[in-house]
């Protein structure tokens, strides 16, 4: 895909198909600002949909921040991530306004050149997601990103009846995995105007290490540049195998953005 990844233009569209296709997955909303995008919901009170991704921490001062955390939804745990590194006053800003440093870092990914892996999990039987398949997928991803299990009932029964009102041919695919028979994994892909944004590329534990994740992604690959996608990124944490995975298949790490957060002591994750 012709984009240049040294572009604030590539990072900035990055960074919107991320927020946006959590958005638009959970019925939230979407902002931007000159200096950063912001994505919230009311509905699902989990900080991975709630999220202040700033893209130039040269124009933060107190006045913006306090601006863009006016518009996320109050009492909602938030994310907020910033390029690395963070200045010294950049992080003293963020402490007195109520934010605190994770400790982790997320990757933002373009894809720059694609790679062909020939006879990846060629068992996987990949499904685009039917009205009744998508429990199954929504049951599937939330167990990957390790939603305690006394949660994912209700978190199904929210995201079945918010999912169908927001995504559509138009705008989405949500991928099923099956191996063997065997539910194995998921990944939804969200475009708009061109632009693409692969998110909860998942794999069932017991089924790990066997190239589903590659499958799974060389098939959204080959989707996105039949829909025309002229620009296709993912978030993936920073240094760690998924993002190895996707830099074999062909994406370039773009930006490294450090993470706080608005409550002590709580975690990105994977």
């Known amino acids: 895909m012709n984009v240049n990844p040294n572009s604030v233009d ?5 960074r919107r198909m991320e927020l946006k296709s959590k958005s638009a997955f959970c019925g939230g909303f979407y902002h931007e600002t000159d200096m950063a995008v912001l994505g919230g919901t009311d509905l699902v009170p989990d900080p991975h949909f709630n999220r202040i991704s700033v893209l130039h921490p040269e124009k933060l001062d107190g006045e913006l921040l306090a601006e863009c955390s006016d518009r996320m939804v ?42 062909a892996i020939p006879g990846a999990a060629k068992e996987l039987d990949i499904r ?40 559509h041919p ?15 994994c998921t990944l939804y892909l969200f475009f708009e105007r061109g632009e693409g ?19 799974m992604m060389l098939r959204t ?11 296709l990124g ?14 074999k298949l062909g994406f370039t790490t773009i930006c490294r953005h450090e993470v706080f957060t ?3 002591d709580l975690k990105y994750g994977l």
């Open 10 to 14: 590539a990072l900035w569209s990055v």
């Open 74 to 115: 109050k009492g909602v745990p938030t994310f907020l991530d910033v390029p690395h590194p963070v200045s010294d006053a950049l992080r003293e800003l963020l402490t007195t306004s109520g934010y605190h440093p994770t400790g982790e870092s997320r990757s933002s990914m373009l894809l720059t050149d694609s790679v």
């Open 128 to 167: 685009l997601v039917e009205p009744e398949t998508l429990d199954v997928f929504l049951e599937l991803f939330l167990r990957g990103f390790q939603t305690p299990e006394h949660l994912v009932p209700l978190a199904t029964a929210l995201f079945h009846d918010l999912v169908p009102q927001n995504l």
């Open 170 to 184: 138009g705008n989405s695919r949500l991928y099923l995995g099956i191996f063997r028979g065997e539910p194995a």
């Open 197 to 215: 944004g692969i998110n909860m590329v998942s794999t069932k534990e017991s089924l790990r290490g066997k190239g589903l994740a590659t499958a």
């Open 221 to 231: 690959m080959e989707d996105a540049r039949k829909l025309g996608l002229h620009l």
């Open 234 to 247: 993912l978030e993936a944490r920073w240094n760690g195998a998924p993002e190895r995975l996707y830099k």
């Open 262 to 264: 608005n409550v002590s």
